[in-house]
């Protein structure tokens, strides 16, 4: 089936190590997207991609790094410079300029 | 700007029908989607307007108003599975991106 995967589901990791979550893609979407969620909040886009070998910062993106080596694969990699990392992060993916974005389940992330 | 604004929390009964509001900045638009999304889980794409009007999916139903910059979502025959969080996104012209908003807590009580 087509879809969007991200792994793992939960992942903790010790205040100042980087960390680096999954997403990968079989719906040949050219655009990737990373969003962060905070509890009761909205998404917040901290990278996106719409090509191969580019990508671009969103709102979010300091403490992040991304990259794009293949159409199928997007990784985000929290590094020790994010200073509040424990979220949940989206990854999602759409195949053309402005429509409906496909998501993973998400990846859960706690620093402790 | 993209600035989406909706109300941060709903409450309704079971079996009643509620009106979820989002306003937008209209310049650029070019179309408005609408999400529901569970407590730790993924959003799951509801409806998505472009032209103005009203969009009937079974109990759900989306408006538009482009000129206005106003979108609804209408729950009908709610459930107690309907209780979720319901985000508002739009899309611009030369944007690959959505634009979400912060969403709507809707709780549905027996």
């Known amino acids: 089936d087509g879809g969007i995967t991200q792994s793992p589901k939960y992942l903790f990791r010790k205040e100042g190590q980087n960390v680096t979550l999954s997403c990968e893609q079989n719906?040949?979407?050219?655009?990737m997207y990373w969003y962060r969620q905070d509890p009761g909040q909205g998404l917040r886009l901290i990278y996106y991609?719409?090509?191969?070998?580019?990508?671009q910062k969103g709102d979010i993106a300091e403490g992040y790094s991304v990259s794009r080596e293949k159409k199928e694969s997007f990784p985000l990699t929290v590094t020790s410079a994010q200073k509040n990392p424990t979220a949940f992060y989206l990854c999602a993916s759409n195949g053309r300029e402005g429509t409906e974005a496909f998501f993973g389940q998400g990846t859960r992330l706690t620093v402790v | 700007g993209q600035n989406i604004d909706q109300p941060t929390e709903m409450t309704a009964t079971e079996g009643a029908i509620v009106q979820i509001n989002c306003t937008y900045q209209?310049?650029?638009?070019?179309?408005l989607f609408w999400y529901q999304q569970h407590a730790g889980e993924a959003p799951t794409f509801l409806s998505y307007n472009v032209l103005d009007g009203l969009e009937e999916k079974g109990r759900f139903s989306s408006f538009l108003s482009r000129s206005k910059g106003y979108s609804y979502l209408l729950l009908k025959e709610l459930q107690m599975k309907d209780s979720a969080s319901y985000l508002c996104?739009?899309?611009?012209?030369?944007?690959?991106?959505?634009?979400f908003g912060k969403g709507t807590m809707l709780l549905v009580s027996p």
């Open positions: 719906l040949n979407h050219d655009a």
């Open positions: 991609s719409q090509i191969v070998n580019d990508f």
């Open positions: 209209t310049s650029g638009f070019n179309g």
């Open positions: 996104a739009t899309s611009y012209s030369g944007y690959s991106t959505l634009t």
